[in-house]
């Protein structure tokens, strides 16, 4: 069966064949003077820049966004629907020559993003708000087929792309400023100073594939809210959302040079983290790269948001209820791939088998199928080889003496929703980061030896606490080593605004746009008369 190929003015000739959906393709190239009618055919419909849509079986190209233009390339990521396992779209891959021309274009936009006033960049990011939330059933089919991830979640990942980039633009109004008397000792009499954030510059942004769409928006909103150039270089498994999104930046006013999006090997995209013309870098992933990429730095400012084995810890005074319910989705929304993803949870003895049963109850009740459809509760993991590491990790635990109540099997990419007891802190499932759906729930005493257990981590990004009383919220915000502790909340849960970030191996400075953009500024001090 023929499917026509608009190859967009391509000079030079392509013909390859493509399996998908068990079928062979043969590609075709035909000139970018196509006619309107032929547009409007059975065949094919023109999409955007850069892209195609067969009708029927759908595949869609995307080329790297290179400071400002779509770029074609000889060599595409395909990308697959991991619920189908089936081809869906191709990017093209960005090679080290399109990397070069990113980031010397960037430099040269330092200046313009610099002059830009807030107003001007208050604009451009409430377009690009705008337009998400206009789109965000597109979006959020997007999400839901390259990273597996069920709808219902997925449009709320959509949603929250929206207002991370609402908030940026209202941020822009904001970016702090100060004046200092100086009067305070003698030689500083009548002279005063004025403290203000500058844009570091050149910004390299790095994104994981669990939030292909809202981590991409950590990075780029609060980049262009701080005026700084970036480099996108989303993950290879859902590139997808981030080239979507370029094409509504590629809407606004953004200087041409200050937004790339490349889909590239580590080996090309070396030069973000060693490339002394970057002087920022963002990354959200797994501690093993991220401790790393801090020795290859050299100078640059970063920023680390490495996940970890979260906790929550449910007291004798919280409403089991409300405890149970946020605690099954914070240990098994997305299949437990989330840097918070609620892994251990410590309850107090005297409710401890009450919370089990209704624990189990519940979890039985979530519904696994295709992504795609509405009332799915869970699908599938990333891929099959982190599903078979989570296999591995649950029958080792097993061997090992813990108890396994409910889930622990594996289909392919999908894993049962798994709960332990009896684990034992050395345990994989307890003491590294699962990202996958399994918990360990374990019975305590006192409070405090609740949060000896919590803080008896290498890791500290947020911890869940559920009490109602005051005591125990003081203490926990006291003494748990976490980033943020939240209050009858699992330590999955966050809004976008709020400080971000982990301590231990968890991560290094923090996300949440205000605190974001001023990570990406410098400040500046002026001693004046006054």
Same mark, same amino acid.
């Given at each position: 069966m023929p499917l026509t190929w608009l190859d967009l003015g391509v000079a030079y000739e392509i013909w390859f064949m493509l399996s998908i959906f068990e079928k062979t393709y043969t590609l075709e190239l035909i000139s970018f003077n196509i006619k309107a009618s032929m547009l409007n055919s059975s065949l094919i419909t023109y999409n955007s820049d850069?892209?195609?849509?067969?009708?029927?079986?759908? @595949?869609?190209?995307?080329?790297?966004?290179?400071?400002?233009?779509?770029?074609?390339?000889?060599?595409?990521?395909?990308?697959?629907?991991?619920?189908?396992?089936?081809?869906?779209?191709?990017?093209?891959? /960005?090679?080290?020559?399109? *990397?070069?021309?990113?980031?010397?274009?960037?430099?040269?936009?330092?200046?313009?993003?610099?002059?830009?006033?807030?107003?001007q960049k208050f604009e451009i990011l409430l377009h690009i708000s705008k337009r998400l939330l206009e789109q965000k059933d597109y979006f959020a089919e997007i999400i839901a087929r390259e990273a597996g991830k069920p709808l219902k979640y997925a449009l709320?990942? #959509?949603?929250r792309a929206s207002q991370t980039f609402l908030v940026a633009a209202e941020e822009t109004k904001r970016i702090s400023s100060e004046l200092?008397?100086?009067?305070?000792?003698?030689?500083?009499?009548?002279?005063? #100073?004025?403290?203000?954030?500058? &844009?570091?510059?050149?910004?390299?942004?790095?994104?994981?594939?669990?939030?292909?769409?809202?981590?991409?928006?950590?990075?780029?909103?609060?980049?262009? #809210? /701080?005026?700084?150039?970036?480099? *996108?270089?989303?993950?290879? /498994?859902? &590139?997808?959302?981030?080239?979507? *999104?370029?094409?509504?930046?590629?809407?606004?006013?953004?200087?041409?040079?200050?937004?790339?999006?490349? &889909? @590239?090997?580590?080996?090309?995209?070396? &030069?973000?983290? +060693?490339?002394e013309r970057i002087k920022k870098i963002s990354f959200t992933g797994s501690p093993e790269i991220g401790w790393k990429m801090k020795t290859e730095c050299g100078k640059k400012k970063i920023t680390l948001e490495l996940g970890g084995n979260a906790a929550a810890i449910v007291s004798n005074s919280s409403n089991l209820t409300e405890a149970v319910g946020k605690c099954v989705t914070g240990a098994f929304a997305f299949s437990g791939q989330v840097c918070i993803h609620t892994q251990r949870i410590f309850v107090h003895?005297?409710?401890?088998?009450?919370? *089990?049963?209704?624990? +189990?109850?519940?979890?039985?009740?979530?519904?696994?199928?295709?992504?795609?459809s509405s009332d799915t509760d869970i699908s599938v993991m990333i891929d099959e080889p982190n599903a078979i590491r989570v296999e591995e990790w649950i029958q080792e635990a097993t061997s090992q003496g813990a108890t396994l109540l409910t889930g622990g099997q594996r289909k392919d990419c999908f894993v049962d929703p798994t709960v332990f007891i009896n684990t034992q802190k050395d345990m994989k499932i307890r003491n590294e980061e699962v990202f996958g759906p399994v918990v360990c729930i374990?019975?305590?005493?006192?409070?405090?030896?609740?949060?000896? @257990?919590?803080?008896?981590?290498?890791?500290?990004?947020?911890?869940?606490?559920?009490?109602?009383?005051?005591?125990?919220?003081?203490?926990?915000?006291?003494?748990?080593?976490?980033?943020?502790?939240?209050?009858?909340?699992s330590p999955t849960f966050r809004i976008d605004h709020m400080p971000y970030g982990g301590i231990k191996d968890s991560g290094l400075g923090r996300e949440g746009l205000k605190y974001a953009i001023s990570e990406m500024c410098e400040m500046k001090v002026l001693v004046k008369p006054c």
């Open positions: 850069l892209c195609i849509f067969a009708k029927n079986n759908i @595949m869609k190209f995307y080329m790297p966004y290179v400071a400002g233009e779509f770029i074609e390339t000889s060599e595409f990521i395909p990308v697959r629907d991991k619920y189908s396992d089936n081809i869906f779209a191709k990017t093209g891959k /960005a090679n080290s020559q399109m *990397l070069e021309s990113a980031i010397s274009q960037a430099v040269l936009a330092e200046k313009k993003m610099k002059e830009l006033s807030s107003h709320i990942e #959509a949603e200092l008397s100086l009067d305070w000792f003698s030689h500083g009499q009548n002279k005063e #100073a004025i403290i203000r954030l500058f &844009p570091v510059g050149t910004v390299a942004g790095i994104t994981p594939f669990n939030f292909p769409l809202n981590l991409v928006a950590h990075k780029v909103a609060p980049a262009i #809210a /701080a005026g700084c150039p970036i480099i *996108l270089k989303p993950a290879s /498994a859902t &590139p997808i959302s981030a080239l979507e *999104l370029a094409h509504i930046i590629n809407e606004t006013s953004l200087p041409r040079g200050a937004f790339s999006v490349l &889909p @590239m090997n580590h080996q090309v995209s070396k &030069p973000l983290i +060693i490339d003895q005297d409710v401890f088998s009450k919370f *089990l049963k209704m624990f +189990i109850e519940k979890t039985k009740q979530w519904k696994e199928g295709n992504p795609l374990e019975p305590y005493q006192s409070f405090e030896q609740a949060i000896q @257990m919590v803080n008896d981590s290498r890791f500290g990004l947020q911890a869940g606490v559920f009490t109602n009383n005051i005591d125990e919220m003081n203490l926990a915000y006291r003494e748990i080593d976490a980033g943020g502790i939240l209050i009858n909340e």
